[in-house]
């Protein structure tokens, strides 16, 4: 009755089944209702006579819902995939909301930016059978994984499978096993789980694998994070939420604090060196005093002293020149004293002449991924 309540005061006409789970998420875990899935087939039930449902969305809206369904037949034409434009082309003046619902349906098959209806899969019982059995032996740890574990795995055991459907991107492989095994497992993109296995959020999922790592890359992170479709709006804002374990060692890596030989000691005497040194704000990289420091297993950095200060420093404070994390350097002050405008520009400035690496687009699938997604929203 809660939810019904809910959803009668939405204004939307169409909303995702997804913010309904999260919203009243601690009731429905109370009473065993442990993913979306489980909760559209429970709605379905009681409220069907006056709302239409699809995989992801609940429709107030009958005549959406109508126009909607016209689309999937549509789809359903066909035996191989087919683009967006297609679709554009036979229901002209179709809003992208409709379409992306269309292509989002419980039984369209994203083929990476092309659908296909899952009834038209060119495959047999065996098929099926076949990936069922790859994906328990890979769920047997009851552990999630990864769409490209599985993509990797049948890559090598059995490419003809793959090749037979028109899989060529693991983004699709996970479409296809989504349409077929959603009753047996849970699907979160990229992950894929047991049923009574908490996939989690992206935030916690990254979190739990940076905390695994002794040192990683920062590249390796927002990669992982562009996997799971979560947005980084600031990576130093990212970086900096890992340290309760883990510090930046320079522009390009973090490590945790064993790795590093730090610890809340060791930075209270760094920052009495650093604080007897300060004289208004400053770039940290251009103190003096950073070659008597203490020893510790990486060199010290400006990054490192910026991570090390914010994680312990009570004296002092620091802060960047600028909001993107590439193009910033760490500035440090007395508590309460920090003044940016005080910065000369010209010590912070990038050179004209930088190096950068030019991307061969080897990587489009990758690049494109987050741009090519089933769901508007």
Known sequence: SEILSYI????????????????????????GINNRYFLQGILKEYLSNKYSFTRDYLFKDKNMSSFYNEVINYICKFDYPITKKQINDAFPGIT????????????????????????????????????????????NDRKPHHGKELFEVISLKNSHLLNKVGIFHAYSLFSVVEYLFRNEFQFSRPYFA???????????????WVKSQDIVDISDITGYAKEMRYQVYSILELMNSYNDSHLLINSTSIAKFEAIGIDEIIATDVEKVIFNELKGTCLISDLNCIGRLPKLNFLWTDWLIYSVLLKWG??????????????????????????????????IAKTENSEYKIDNLDDIDELIADIIDEELF
């Open 194 to 208: 047991l049923n009574d296995v908490n996939i989690g959020k992206p935030t916690e999922i990254l979190s739990e």
């Open 96 to 139: 992208e909301i409709v379409l992306s619902f269309s292509v989002g349906d419980e039984n369209i098959v994203n083929f990476f930016g092309e659908y296909l209806h899952g009834s038209k899969l060119n495959l047999n019982e065996e098929d099926i059978n076949y990936l069922l059995n790859i994906i328990k032996g890979m769920l």
């Open 314 to 347: 009570t004296k002092t404070e620091v802060s960047v020149t600028n909001k993107y994390f590439q193009y910033a350097q760490p500035v440090v002050a007395k508590k309460g004293d920090i003044d940016l405008s005080t910065i000369e520009l010209g010590n």
């Open 8 to 31: 009668e005061n939405e204004k939307k006409s169409v909303i995702m089944l997804n913010s309904i789970f999260v919203l009243f998420e601690n009731s429905l875990f109370a009473n």
